[in-house]
C-alpha cells in the first residue's frame, strides 16, 4: 500500500521500483480469490486515508465496458468486484478502476491521482488470474450483464 499519490499510469513503474527482489517484476493489485479480497480490503480499511482510494490493476482502457485486470488473460471473477453503482464512465473516460474503503470499486480517469497498491508474485504460485478461463464467452457474457445491472 502506498502513502504517495500517483496516476494510474505511473503505478506499474512505482511498483517496480518499490520490489527488492531483481527479476521478480511487481504489478497493479489483482484480486484473485475471496480470501485476497477480504485481506486487501481490511489493509485498505486499515490505512485511513479519508476519501482516499487506491489504484486496482482492473481497467478497461482495451474495450470499454470490458474490465479486466492489467496483465490478465481471463475476466475477473464478477462475486470479487464490489462496484456499488459503478462503473459509470462519467465523462466518457473513466478507464481505470480504484478500490475504495469497504473493498469498494469505482471507475476513475486514469489520469487522476490515487494512493496505489502493488503485487508481487511469490515463485513457484501461480495465481488464477494467469489461467485462461475456460470459456472466456461465458464469462464476457456474465460480466457485461453485472455491468448492466
Known sequence: LSSDLLRWTDVLQRCN???SDAGIKANYLSID???????????VMLQRKS????????NDRTSEGVWIFNGATALPDPSLLNWAN???????????AAMYVGG???????????????????????????????NVVVC???SLLILLV
Open 17 to 19: 521500483d518499490l520490489s
Open 104 to 134: 469498494r470499486y469505482n471507475d476513475l480517469p486514469c489520469d487522476a491521482k490515487s494512493y496505489f497498491i502493488c503485487e508481487k508474485p511469490v515463485p513457484g504460485y501461480q495465481s488464477s488470474s494467469q489461467r485462461m478461463a475456460p
Open 86 to 96: 459503478e462503473p459509470n464512465n462519467a465523462g466518457g473516460n473513466e478507464n481505470c
Open 140 to 142: 464476457l457474457i456474465m
Open 33 to 43: 480469490s475471496q480470501s485476497e479480497k477480504a485481506f486487501v480490503t481490511t489493509q
Open 51 to 58: 476519501g482516499g482510494s487506491f489504484w486496482t490493476g482492473l
